[in-house]
Nanobody, 125 residues
Framework: QVQLVESGGGLVQAGDSLRLSCAASGRNFSTYAMGWFRQAPGKDRELVAAITATWSGSVTEYADSVKGRFTVSRDNAKNTVYLQMNSLKPEDTAVYYC????????????????WGQGTQVTVSS
């Protein structure tokens, strides 16, 4: 069993930066693909960033809407995945969720084994 706890959200101005953290407890953290999802009011949940398991090379991918602005990384020694969010825009406002799944394809389809409780990110113009 894996538990995920997000932190780092808040209220910021457009152009600001935030760093979200997802602390994982449990075994075999490094074997999971990790993803960051977001859900904005009135919009579907979307996968904005993901990083594959260590055995798969820790490859990253991003939604087009955040590419070049967001960076996902993982520190397996600390059982933590991060989302560095730069040049934030009002349209980035959403609840951000950390999630774990077997492989990247599972994350793309929302087939996650574990979810965090979410952290609110609000970007004002």
């Amino acid at each position: 069993q894996v538990q995920l706890v997000e932190s780092g959200g808040g209220l910021v101005q457009a152009g600001d930066s935030l760093r979200l953290s997802c602390a994982a407890s449990g075994r075999n953290f490094s074997t999971y693909a990790m993803g960051w999802f977001r859900q904005a009011p009135g919009k579907d949940r979307e996968l904005v960033a993901a990083i594959t398991a260590t055995w798969s090379g820790s490859v990253t991918e991003y939604a087009d809407s955040v590419k070049g602005r967001f960076t996902v990384s993982r520190d397996n020694a600390k059982n933590t995945v991060y989302l560095q969010m730069n040049s934030l825009k009002p349209e980035d406002t959403a609840v951000y969720y950390c999630a774990a799944g077997p492989q990247l394809i599972d994350l793309r389809l929302g087939r996650c084994d574990y979810w965090g409780q979410g952290t609110q990110v609000t970007v004002s113009s």
